[in-house]
């Protein structure tokens, strides 16, 4: 299924929680985080402005972004994959 996101919206894929730490410690499932680390996989054209002007979204396919704890809507395709659908402004940073 080919999802293309709307707008100012960005459909990720979120990256899995660490299992170890830096220090070597390994951490069971209750205590991980909700990880907050994603692939940006498509994005939309970009948001209107008030003067009809679109803005390009400044991030792009394949990008690693830092996003909100809960920010974006979930969604799962038939085939299971899950993805996350965000607005642009709840993207914190690019990870470089």
């Known amino acids: 299924m080919k999802i293309k996101p709307l ?3 960005i459909l990720v894929k979120v990256l899995e929680a660490k299992a170890k730490t830096e220090s070597g410690i390994y951490l069971p499932d209750s205590a991980k985080e909700k990880p907050q680390e994603a692939e940006v996989i498509a994005v939309g054209q970009g ?3 008030e003067s ?3 803005q390009a979204p400044e991030v792009k396919v394949k990008d690693k972004v830092l996003f909100g704890k809960y920010s974006g809507t979930q969604v799962t395709t038939k085939e299971g994959e899950e ?4 607005r642009e402004e709840d993207i914190l940073a690019i990870i470089g």
């Open 7 to 9: 707008g100012d919206r």
């Open 47 to 49: 948001k209107v402005l």
């Open 52 to 54: 009809g002007k679109i």
């Open 83 to 86: 993805f996350l659908i965000l």
